[in-house]
């Protein structure tokens, strides 16, 4: 399958890498920040993380400071209240798991044989979108407006205006528009992986980061989207009074704190589960051998993620919900440790079988798992109802969740710097440094946290800015205090051991640490993820496969060169990954600075109520997505195939369940559904907590979303018609049939609002007509969604952009359409016949 040693002379070489570099290189100047080279961005990602983990950090020791001794008045309570609060959401929000979709979008090309990954613009966008948004949220502080009711929000404190001030809705769109930026990148993540490995990696041939990137990207797209639909409930109530946690008005706080921790508790294994990632491919390079177990340990993450979703109500276990909801759950609590322990034994028995190498970045994995172990015993405590009942929001738990994840994440991260570190840069990290780093760090946070148990079970709440002295808690916060600044320290030395200057090495050695894993080919003088996309049959490709990365550098492999003058990466099978497209990636653009710039004045705008500034970034950022699509989505090609090298052609342009682009829609609809479910969930939700859910007050009706219904089943078949006419060479009857579904969608939007306003359901008087406003607006704007790519389809048909055989556009647009039908059922027969109309 490769060809003979010797068949491109040093000249040949040369010409080759020469065009690889004019296609890859990264631009100059003010172009520099518009490139979208997936591992520059990458880079970026991650350095912002972590600066936005040391500004939370120092919040941190300001809280320390605060809680030294008793009855200390260097913070406010205000301030108090804005630090923590913002402690937790940049540490949540903004590193921890930024920086694993940071990691992820780095080292993916290269540990999957990749010369990039699909939608590199995508990544730009969401990075923009990331820094805008943290930028927001953390600059709030510096004008005593940061949130200031706890990083998760709870209502009604956090939508009494008059305490939280503007805070909240800083809170709620700034984290909106932040989760944009983890959508995004979580579809990148999925096709990536599932489209563009190198030719013969086979599923089970997958390296472990990448399969766990697979379900935590997964799991992104499950436990975020309901957060974002209780931001758009929570911030309705703030802005237009609409009650869906106002008790009075048939509203209920619960349903934040259900919508918030089914986001929440797997959001800890979204965090975690990457962190294991990074282990499983240290460990198995410092013992020299190939890890342990492998479908086991690939079962045991598939079985977190899968468990995390069902433990969200341990948070709620004091909210007075029924015995056998809090036997449930406790007990689904219990059995997650089953397969988070198997990973871990998993780790045990591969350095057991092979000869460890005690380096720095085993250290501190080691060290990571130790602090995480004791974490998961506490959390064995609080998941059975009785002790949470007495440790519940005391320091206990704050104690339980740093042991978590400082442990089960920071560690690990830090010990994935100090690995990765020769990758990106050349150059290896010092060793003396890191010694000090990990034992100032790993004494410091247990000195730090540690007490923190014993202050929790004394009865020491969390939240509290000072306390009175004499009742036991003095010498815990004093001893946590020291802690926290010896583990500053230990961090502090770390970023120094990163940020110094350090002589390039004399010899060139890409694999520093004997790995047996494909990303240690990668060259990083380079700018592209593989100078030549290589076969795999291995799982340790560089340990099984002589001579791998000299025929790599050589260019005997799949797209040794770039003739085209494109960037061009390899699309493989989603199961057996044999070579089905050579992708043609999107390159220097400014559009997706334009688009994340625009986008994010329209959630800083709707912060400060500035309603026209709105709509001018909402039609900006119209425009710029429309712009992208346009400029940047699979242009027709000059010729239906490409050499590909190894004597094979494959088509530049593939259409439907083949294409990069259906699977990213068919991706973003199922987070979409995600966070449309979670309304129905509220609907439901108040249907079960009143005895007459409607209050007396008139519904809207069967005829008009009955109407709203039909009209969209028909829209939707009307678009299945035309993309079959598309397909059939009839163009002119399928944009007669774009047309007449643009028709059709309008007017089945009309239909859909007009129920609830010919009924005149007041959406600020209870919550019922609130609950419909909401999800018939929802479905609304998808329709307007949904007519927006009618007209674009139309327009690229008309402009010879789309044809019978280039029909890329119509395909994903009748698939959003799919989904639109589904929601459009649900929507209008849940409001218009349940509760049956009156």
């Not at 209780?230 to 802005?239: A, K, N, V």
């Amino acid at each position: 399958m490769k060809r003979e040693l010797g068949n491109f002379s040093p000249e040949e070489r040369a010409a080759q890498e020469a065009r690889l570099r004019d296609v890859w290189e990264t631009p100059k100047g003010i172009r520099y920040w518009t490139s979208v080279n997936n591992s520059q961005i990458g880079l970026w990602y991650g350095v912002t993380a972590f600066i936005f983990m040391l500004f939370a950090g120092l919040l941190a020791l300001l809280i320390r400071l605060q809680l030294v001794v008793p009855n200390n008045d260097l913070l406010t309570a205000d301030f108090f209240n804005q630090a923590f609060t913002l402690h937790g959401t940049v540490m949540m929000f903004l590193f921890a798991v930024p920086i694993f979709e940071a990691i992820a979008i780095f080292l993916l090309p290269s540990m999957l044989g990749a010369r990039e990954l699909p939608f590199p613009r995508l990544s730009a966008f969401g990075y923009w979108s990331f820094l805008i948004g943290g930028i927001f949220v953390c600059g709030s502080i510096f004008f005593n407006s940061a949130p200031n009711t706890g990083w998760f929000m709870y209502p009604p404190l956090a939508t009494d205006k008059e305490f939280s001030g503007i805070g909240a809705d800083i809170w709620l769109l700034g984290l909106s528009f932040i989760e944009v930026a983890s959508i995004a990148a979580a579809v990148e993540i999925i096709v990536g992986i599932m489209k563009c490995r190198a030719p013969g990696m086979r599923v089970n041939l997958m390296p472990m980061f990448a399969w766990y990137l697979l379900i935590v990207a997964g799991m992104i797209l499950f436990a975020f989207p309901p957060l974002i639909a209780g931001d758009i409930l929570f911030e309705m109530e703030r802005m237009f009074d609409w009650p869906f946690f106002d008790a009075e008005r048939g509203g209920d706080p619960l349903l934040w704190q259900h919508l918030f921790w089914i986001f929440g508790h797997p959001e800890v294994y979204i965090i975690f589960l990457p962190a294991i990632a990074l282990m499983a491919m240290i460990v198995p390079t410092f013992a020299q051998r190939p890890i342990v177990g492998y479908s086991w340990i690939v079962l045991a993450a598939v079985g977190t993620g899968f468990l995390s979703f069902g433990l969200w109500v341990h948070h709620m276990f004091t909210t007075g919900l029924p015995q056998i909801s809090l036997a449930f759950f406790s007990a689904a609590s219990e059995a997650v440790v089953i397969p988070t322990g198997v990973q871990i034994f998993v780790f045990i028995a591969t350095m057991l079988a092979g000869r460890v190498i005690f380096s720095v970045p085993m250290l501190f994995g080691a060290g990571g798992i130790i602090i995480f172990v004791i974490g998961g015993l506490t959390g064995v405590m609080v998941a059975l109802v009785p002790f949470d009942w007495q440790a519940h929001d005391t320091y206990f738990v704050v104690a339980h969740l740093h042991y978590v994840l400082i442990g089960g994440m920071l560690f690990p991260v830090v010990a994935g710097v100090y690995y990765y570190f020769p990758f990106f840069t050349g150059k290896k990290l010092s060793d003396a440094w890191g010694k000090v780093a990990f034992w100032l760090m790993f004494i410091g946070f247990n000195i730090g946290f540690f007490p923190m148990h014993f202050s929790g079970l004394r009865g020491m709440p969390r939240r509290v800015f000072t306390y009175p002295e004499g009742i036991g808690w003095d010498w815990f916060n004093l001893i946590s205090t020291i802690g926290a600044f010896i583990f500053a320290t230990g961090v502090a030395t770390f970023v120094i051991d990163v940020v110094r200057p350090r002589p390039k090495p004399s010899e060139r050695n890409l694999n520093l640490w004997n790995s047996g894993t494909l990303e240690w080919t990668n060259d990083p003088d380079e700018t592209w993820g593989m100078r030549s996309v290589p076969i795999i049959n291995s799982r340790y490709p560089l340990w099984d496969q002589p001579n791998l990365q000299e025929d790599i550098e050589a260019g005997r492999f799949y797209l040794p060169d770039a003739k085209s003058g494109y960037r061009e990466t390899l699309v493989t099978s989603v199961l057996d990954a044999k070579p089905i497209q050579c992708l043609r990636v999107g390159g220097v653009s400014y559009v997706t600075i334009i688009a994340a710039l625009a986008l994010g004045g329209v959630f800083i705008a709707l912060t400060f109520h500035w309603w026209i500034t709105t709509i001018v970034c909402a039609i900006i950022t119209l425009i710029a997505v429309l712009v992208w699509l346009w400029t940047g989505t699979a242009p027709i090609p000059e010729a239906p195939e490409m050499d590909v090298g190894l004597g094979e052609k494959l088509p530049i342009y593939v259409s439907g369940p083949a294409s990069v682009g259906w699977w990213a829609m068919f991706i973003t609809m199922v987070g979409d559904g995600t966070a449309f479910a979670s309304l129905i969930f509220g609907y439901f939700f108040y249907w079960t907590i009143h005895e007459d859910f409607t209050a007396g007050i008139a519904g809207p009706g069967v005829f008009w979303p009955m109407v709203a219904l039909v009209l969209f089943l028909i829209a939707w078949g009307v678009m299945v018609v035309a993309r079959e006419l598309n397909g059939r060479g009839r163009i002119a009857a399928a944009r007669l049939g774009l047309v007449a579904a643009f028709v059709l969608t309008v007017a089945g939007s009309a239909a859909g609002l007009a129920g609830p306003y010919v009924h005149g359901m007041e959406p600020t008087a209870h919550v019922y007509p609130a609950i419909v406003w909401i999800v018939a607006i929802w479905t609304v704007a998808h329709g307007a969604v949904g007519a927006i790519m009618q007209l674009y389809c139309l327009a690229r048909s008309l402009t010879g952009r789309m044809t019978a055989e280039y029909d890329q556009d119509i395909c994903n647009v009748v698939l959003y359409w799919h989904f639109m039908a589904v929601t459009a059922v649900v929507t209008f027969s849940v409001i218009g016949l349940f509760p049956l109309a009156r």
